[in-house]
């Protein structure tokens, strides 16, 4: 497995991960996204050292039959040089989840933050009902610290987000 920076030839899946409505509620996203909007993005953005941009978003691939096979996503978000801490959040496609690959692109994103960008912790929002996720995030070593009530409307509904944190 590996992790890589987004190519063009990813607008087509980013297309279709980042327009499944059953997506957008971990998301924070509330409009779809246009094909133009999401070339704007790997052209500008993925050009942009994680300092400038604050973000940073990998592509996870493994290798399966000799060809390339690109599974998910794995991003860091709102990166504070200062304080030294950045969001993490991971998408797997339906059929490669519960195979053990989110936990390794986690490990592999920890390292890259930890040795290249000298990162002090790394954080996750994730809604309480979120029971797959909070799994992973604490098999990997996240820490439950807070929880930010009524913190995203979903459905109409208003629901807690727990934060984890690892701090290394």
Request: charged residues 25%; hydrophobic residues 40%.
């Amino acid at each position: 497995m590996k992790l890589r920076a987004v190519e063009l030839d990813d607008v087509d899946l980013l297309y279709e991960w980042e327009n499944d409505i059953e997506l957008w509620q971990v998301s924070n996203t509330m409009r779809p996204f246009s094909r133009y909007a999401l070339e704007d993005y790997v052209l500008n953005s993925q050009n942009q050292s994680l300092y400038s941009a604050k973000q940073m978003r990998l592509m996870i691939d493994v290798e399966r039959d000799n060809a390339i096979f690109t599974l998910g996503c794995i991003d860091i978000y709102d990166y504070e040089a200062k304080d030294s801490k950045a969001g993490i959040g991971i998408f797997i496609c339906e059929s490669e989840r519960g195979k053990g690959y989110a936990k390794k692109a986690i490990e592999m994103i920890e390292n890259l933050m930890k040795n290249v960008y000298n990162i002090h912790q790394l954080y996750a929002f994730i809604t309480e009902d979120n029971q797959k996720s909070i799994k992973l995030f604490e098999k990997s070593g996240y820490i439950f610290t807070s929880s930010l009530k009524d913190w995203v409307l979903i459905n109409s509904k208003y629901k807690n987000v727990n934060v984890y944190q690892k701090i290394f």
